[in-house]
């Protein structure tokens, strides 16, 4: 029996992990965009998205390094902790391998679990990986072994509440679909409340046979990246609750700003860009900057 919320008061309001738990089970896609700082996250909430992703990609380029293990756990923490202190949306953290073995992924489960991230995503490769897409070897970490963090980051929540989703990059690795399915199936027996299945593939022919053959009751995750022609609702129906557009503001970010740059430049002037930049009161209003305070440029 629910608790009687007495007259005048406010309910109380959902914690972020429920609130994605609550739409992973929902009639539709749960819709992620990738973020790597606050600004960006209060983008994806503007453009009504659901949720999050702090991608390590989009993390790692803002350093103005590649995404090859090289940010540390604090910084991707550091990251993540500023776009969930600005949004009320779910933040999903993209911990790559966890940041090590099993005692490394503890150790950041009951980090992240303080901040109040709503969920963290790990994949099977070897530490130190390298993004998927990069023309280089994408080597996997064996499967019970990869499990075994799995299992580790399970016992390390305890009692919090902190959504847990592995991602298998076997199909990135040139591995048949048997292989994704087994990896798939083991991760989620460990403890995953999610199972992402990566693909590079230019159609979404992998991951919809991928889903095809899923036989659990663990949400499927897919991020669209390279077979972007597919639609959410055809992945929905398919078996995949979350949907996650990776990198494509990062992207579209570095675009924006080379031609607006380079428009500079070449005219000499700031008026010359002043058609395609946000205004200071734009910028302003997502900074939280109050009214009163913004000017009008």
Request: glycine share 8%.
């Amino acid at each position: 029996m629910s608790e009687r919320v007495p007259r005048g008061a406010q309910a109380p309001r959902k914690s972020k992990v429920a609130r994605l738990r609550e739409l992973l089970a929902g009639p539709s896609p749960v819709r992620a965009v990738g973020a790597h700082d606050g600004l960006t996250a209060k983008l994806v909430e503007q453009a009504g998205f659901d949720a999050v992703w702090a991608s390590s990609f989009e993390i790692s380029a803002s350093h103005g390094l590649p995404d090859a293990s090289l940010v540390t756990m604090t910084q991707y923490l550091e990251a993540a902790t500023a776009m969930d202190a600005v949004t009320e949306f779910p933040v999903i953290a993209d911990c790559d391998t966890g940041f090590g073995g099993p005692m490394n992924v503890a150790y950041a489960v009951q980090r992240y679990v303080r901040t109040g991230i709503a969920a963290m995503c790990i994949e099977d490769k070897l530490f130190p990986k390298i993004n998927s897409f990069a023309d280089a070897p994408q080597d996997l970490l064996p499967a019970e072994e990869f499990a075994l963090k799995i299992k580790t980051a399970r016992e390390a929540l305890g009692d919090a509440d902190m959504a847990l989703i592995a991602r298998t990059e076997s199909l990135i690795a040139g591995h048949d679909l048997e292989e994704a399915l087994y990896r798939g199936r083991l991760y989620a027996a460990a403890g995953a409340d999610a199972v992402l299945v990566h693909s590079k593939s230019r159609r979404p022919d992998e991951v919809l046979e991928f889903a095809s053959k899923w036989d659990l009751d663990v949400p499927l995750v897919a991020v669209p990246t390279t077979y972007g022609t597919v639609s959410e609702q055809e992945l929905y129906e398919a078996g995949f609750r979350l949907v996650i557009y990776a990198n494509q503001g990062l992207r579209a970010a570095v675009r924006g700003v080379q031609e607006a740059l380079r428009e500079l430049s070449a005219a000499r002037t700031a008026a010359s860009v002043d058609g395609r930049i946000a205004s200071m009161s734009e910028v302003f209003a997502l900074q939280g900057m109050p009214s009163g305070y913004r000017t009008a440029p």
